[in-house]
């Protein structure tokens, strides 16, 4: 099965730019997608289709995907940001949605 | 503006059956173009897909969990419902349900609240 790995955790201090990545065999040729999970909420669209972001989701979030790695970028972090975040994607042999493990941003 | 609501019960007893409903305001499920889907996540870990409903009874469900699993859609009370059977304590989980967009590979456009099912005699 086909399997996404993310790192667990990714530090930050406010202002800066943070980096999260998924990676996953050949992943640049599937669409992935992103989700904010703040705790005691529901999970939140941030990034379709590897870089588009749903109406409402700040500009400082962006996707790029290529190769074995997707990435989420956060630029100019604040607060607000720190939450878990998943990447997901459509193993379209299987008919299967993936997720990652997660990645738990920090916000120092 | 579309919502969704989980509902059922919060505590199954082990070996038995699990059943949630999702019920959607502001789309029709027998006229939208998506599908509909649950998700959950047990304590501590990530999120992991369920199954996806379409208006006309399609499904597609998790291969790990797909011999216990069934999605139904009531289209005339705009809901679909999640029955998972003979649920053990690995089954404690927070379920979602969601809104399913199909246009260029799937993901969940639109998240429910999500409810806590703890699974204990």
């Known amino acids: 099965s086909y399997v996404l790995a993310q790192p667990p955790s990714v530090s930050v201090t406010p202002g800066q730019t943070a980096f999260i990545s998924c990676g996953g065999d050949n992943i640049g040729s599937k669409s992935v997608h992103w989700y904010q999970r703040k705790p005691g909420q529901a999970p939140v669209l941030v990034i379709y289709n590897d870089g588009d972001r749903p109406s409402g989701i700040p500009e400082r979030f962006s996707g790029s995907n290529s190769g074995n790695r997707a990435s989420l970028t956060i630029s100019r972090v604040e607060a607000g940001d720190e939450a878990d975040y998943y990447c997901q994607v459509l193993e379209t042999r299987s008919d299967q949605m993936i997720f990652g493990g997660g990645t738990k941003l920090t916000v120092l | ?121």
């Open chain 2, 1 to 121: 503006q579309v919502r969704l609501q989980e509902s059922g019960p919060g505590l199954v007893k082990p070996s038995e059956t699990l059943s949630l409903t999702c019920s959607v305001s502001g789309d029709s499920i027998s006229t939208s173009p998506h599908y509909w889907g649950w998700i959950r996540q047990s304590p501590g870990k990530g999120l992991e897909w369920i199954g996806n409903i379409y208006s006309s009874g399609n499904t597609y469900y998790s291969v790990s969990l797909k011999s216990r699993v069934t999605i139904l859609v009531d289209t005339s009370k705009n809901q679909f419902s999640l029955k998972l059977t003979s649920v053990t304590a690995a089954d404690t989980a927070e379920y979602f349900c969601a809104r399913t967009s199909i246009a260029a590979d799937w993901h969940f456009d639109l998240w429910g609240r999500g409810t806590l099912v703890t699974v204990s005699s």
